[in-house]
């Protein structure tokens, strides 16, 4: 009897140090699992909470017989300074292949186009974001039929086209023949990360230590489309940013199966394989896609590409 009493005694010691275990096991992972940091939701406002104001929009196509009567796809902006740069996709329907164009302006607000614009016409170049590292910034940005290419710069104007990306798959082997487009660079302790879609049915994410070979961490993508109505006809990332030790994906996605309109998202991650949405996309609907955070003092603006340039300023804050 004392024997069984110790042995039951025992289990129950055991099984309790077990839970116990797995308890603190599950304490240990839960931060990875969920976009929570000490109970407090990383969505803040500053990131997802915008108004549009009458000023819009800020920039757009000339609308004349010009290579620039329209502008299409994702731009992009950065500020340096106390200057906006803006890089951009010409569009002359029914003329030559899309080409580049730069514009600058010291408000974010009212922009002048560079003189000797396009900037860059060698090739088509669509559907940019660009990337500074060290003295070198890095285009990527779709070219024909959509596939991925990367051009370089010293001084935003002159670019060099280093052609067409080569994305291989976990095991190596070249990606499928078809598009892969929209791409969008991350770069991290000597990293680069590519996220990319494909016919906008989803968003995969290779890697590459020299720009040369790019290499999938997985072969699904790492942002699908749905179950959410907003995105589950298709989505494309515009920029990663990184926020209070958080990325956020600013993406875009359309509710619609003929692809109509397209709307502004955000998701967060920790690694930048596993994202979680935000539960209130989207942030900009109405066709306010391709959208752009730039920082603006310890706030952000966000800035709406495509098919004109809109500025949207942080709630309850005004124009500066």
């Known amino acids: 009897m004392k024997l069984r009493l110790l042995l039951s005694t025992s289990i ?11 308890s603190k096991e599950k304490e240990a992972v839960a931060p990875e699992k969920s976009v929570s940091v000490e109970g407090s939701e990383p969505f803040n406002e500053e990131l997802v909470q915008f108004e549009t104001l009458s000023i819009n929009p800020v920039f757009e196509g000339t609308g004349t017989n010009t290579w620039d009567q ?91 086209d280093h052609g067409p990306l080569d994305i291989r798959t976990s095991d190596g082997v070249p990606l499928s023949e078809g598009p892969y487009g929209t791409p969008t660079a991350w770069y991290e302790n000597n990293s680069w990360y590519l996220f990319y ?28 489309m749905g179950p959410e109505t907003y995105d589950q006809y298709g989505v494309a990332v515009n920029q990663i940013v990184k926020h209070k030790g958080w990325y956020y994906a600013y993406y875009h996605g359309t509710a619609f ?24 996309n989207p942030i900009m609907g109405e ?22 340039v809109e500025v949207h300023f942080p709630k309850n804050a005004s124009a500066q």
């Not at 129950?12 to 797995?22: A, D, F, R, T």
């Not at 720009?211 to 961490?217: D, F, K, P």
């Open 12 to 22: 129950l010691v055991l099984m309790s140090c077990n839970e116990k275990s797995k």
């Open 70 to 160: 329209k502008i299409r796809e994702r731009g992009y902006i950065l500020k340096e300074g106390g200057t906006y740069h803006m890089w951009y996709t010409g569009l002359q329907p029914g003329g030559a292949a899309l080409a580049l164009g730069y514009a600058t302006s010291p408000d974010g607000m009212v922009w002048s186009s560079y003189a000797d614009n396009p900037i860059f016409n060698e090739s088509w170049t669509e559907d940019m974001m660009v990337l500074k590292v060290g003295a070198t910034y890095h285009m990527f940005a779709e070219g024909k039929d959509d596939i991925a290419h990367r051009l370089t710069s010293v001084d935003r104007i002159h670019w060099v």
């Open 197 to 224: 879609e494909r016919n906008d049915l989803g968003i995969w994410l290779a890697t590459s230590e020299d720009l040369g070979v790019w290499t999938n961490v997985q072969d699904d993508p790492v942002i699908t």
């Open 257 to 280: 199966e003929d692809w109509r309109e397209w709307s502004t998202n955000v998701a967060a991650s920790k690694d930048l394989v596993h994202w979680k949405k935000y539960d209130q």
């Open 287 to 308: 066709n306010r896609s391709s959208g752009i955070l730039v920082p603006e003092g310890d706030m952000f603006r966000l800035y709406t590409m495509h098919d004109k």
